[in-house]
């Protein structure tokens, strides 16, 4: 095997790491949806470092490699597929940390229950893509990408069901519940909540 051959192999397996990091993440983000569990948001939220630190690594690799070597057709192809894939890879460990921040608004709204098919469609899909990877198969790759189709429709329903069905007095309902029942989760809830506007405004009323 070459020096070139190596590297590149190196390149791959460093590649399918952080795609798996990446599967983790939004795996244990829908569990900390559908189960309600902060633990697992927290972990989620804390993974993210992680990642981000392992896209830079790669980035810094892939341009290490096009000034090293003289890269030619499918060489050149694979290198600049990585580089091109790593802001993608990143982005969806951060899609990850905000649904987990959202999680005990999302499982309040009663929206969680709508969700359980498409995080299980993602999960395939990061699976099929891990093993594409690793066989080097773009037929199914491109079998990832048909799956689009299924996830657009999943979120389409899902935001049809907050547009019919979400108002702020079900939210009001909802947090006034658990402040009564879990007074320690909706501090928790409270504190971990992104700030906005409308959530403080909730969040005012309930507490009055």
Known sequence: ?????????????????????VRNAVALCGEAVIEGS????????????EIDHKQLELEARCLELISKYQLV????????????SLGDLERVGDYAV????????????GMFEKLHGLFRLLREMSERLSDALQRDDAVLAGAVRDTDEEVDALVNS????????????????ALATLRVEDPAGFAAFKKALPGSTFMSYVLTNVET
């Open 73 to 84: 057709a499918k060489d050149a192809r694979l290198v600049t597929g990585v580089l091109g």
């Open 98 to 109: 905000h649904i987990a921040e959202d999680a005990g608004l999302v499982r309040l709204t």
């Open 158 to 173: 899902a935001s049809s069901f907050v547009i019919s069905n979400f108002s702020s007095e079900h939210l009001l309902g």
């Open 38 to 49: 902060q633990k697992k948001a927290v972990r989620v939220i804390a993974g993210d470092a």
């Open 1 to 21: 095997m070459t020096h070139l051959e190596t590297d590149l192999a190196g390149l791959r397996r460093e590649l399918h790491l952080l795609l798996n990091r």
